[in-house]
């Protein structure tokens, strides 16, 4: 079992940059790969980011790639994601999702364990 919690979202100005922070419990963190996923009112939650257990490899959505950068930290439980160049299509519920296969998925029905996730705005 493994209990996820999102901090870090707020209200921001386009442009402007944002950390995401997920902090999970239980021993087994290392042992599984994270996800990050988002979704705005009215629309299907999209995959974001996610990045394997070492941290080694990461894998992003279109949409964000060359602005978001995710990482992890596993002596500390936690794994992060650093928002650039925020855009108003941004603007959502940011979730961070673990995944007991260990691979990078961009499927949300791969994933175990979820966070209440975060809300992120980005104002115009």
């Known amino acids: 079992q493994v209990q996820l919690v999102e901090s870090g979202g707020g209200l921001v100005q386009v442009g402007d940059s944002l950390r995401l922070s997920c902090a999970a419990s239980g021993r087994t963190f290392s042992s599984y790969a994270m996800g990050w996923f988002r979704q705005a009112p009215g629309k299907e939650r999209e995959f974001v980011a996610a990045?394997?257990?070492?941290?080694?490899?990461?894998r992003y959505a279109d949409s964000v790639k060359g602005r978001f950068t995710t990482s992890r930290d596993n002596a500390n439980n936690k794994v992060y994601l650093q928002m650039n160049s925020l855009k108003s299509e941004d603007t959502a519920v940011y979730y961070c999702?673990?995944?007991?296969?260990?691979?990078?998925?961009?499927?949300?029905?791969?994933?175990?364990?979820w966070g209440q996730g975060t809300q992120v705005t980005v104002s115009s």
């Open positions: 999702a673990a995944n007991g296969r260990g691979t990078i998925e961009a499927t949300s029905r791969f994933y175990d364990f």
């Open positions: 990045i394997t257990r070492s941290g080694g490899v990461t």
